[in-house]
């Protein structure tokens, strides 16, 4: 018995030092990807990348898309305030290292959600307006839960909810929130069925 745990504990050993070499590895291989791309797009040599590098290098990375103003402004979000002259003040703004690969994770995650929006507004803006009318979004709302009526009291429901602009449609920077709030809507609505149901 005593063996089996020292053959247990060897090997547990043996497993995270694996796993710590790995993370090492990894880290690695992370400082070279960023420092390569400091060294391609950073051309000022300002220690960060301003947003217009920053744009080059996602272009560079995604060239089949390139980055409109309201992601360049989200991605500056984590951009730093530095001093490149040496006067005390900052005079210029940009991405660290520390942060950069974060930002570029964030951009293909924005691409993956630009996506899926184009596709909702290609199948249901049907008029093209850039917003979903109610019985547009009507149809949204059969196409995510299928299995559950629509009223225009639903339509009305999520529009309440999520029409932030207040103009009685649902625009591109509100239409997952309401396939969100329709999901969790649809869902009690589907229990409350089941309920009348079997009473």
């Known amino acids: 018995m005593p063996g089996a745990a020292v053959a247990v504990a060897a090997r547990a050993r043996k497993r995270k030092a694996e796993l710590h070499k790995q993370k090492v590895a990894a880290r690695a291989a992370s400082k070279r990807k960023v420092d390569a ?27 089949h898309t390139t980055p409109d103003q309201a992601a360049l402004d989200m991605l500056m979000q984590k951009a730093v305030d530095i001093d490149t002259t040496g006067d005390g003040n900052p005079d210029t703004k ?34 093209k307006s850039g917003v979903l009318e109610p019985d547009q979004l009507a149809n949204l709302l059969k196409k995510v839960s299928p299995d559950v009526e629509v009223t225009d009291g639903d339509v009305d429901f999520v529009l309440e909810q999520c029409d932030k602009s207040k103009e009685g449609t649902i625009n591109r920077e509100e239409v997952l929130t309401a396939c969100a709030t329709w999901k969790v809507a649809a869902s009690d609505k589907a229990q409350e069925t089941c309920v009348c149901l079997i009473a």
Do not use: C
Not at 37 to 61: C, P, R, T, Y
């Open 37 to 63: 791309w400091f060294q391609q797009f950073d051309s000022n040599h300002s220690g960060v990348l301003e947003v217009d590098q920053l744009k080059a290098l996602l272009i560079h990375l995604n060239p």
């Open 94 to 127: 940009g991405i660290s290292r520390s942060s950069a690969e974060t930002v570029v994770a964030k951009y293909s995650e924005y691409i993956a959600q630009q996506a899926v929006l184009d596709g909702i507004f290609a199948e249901f803006d049907t008029n």
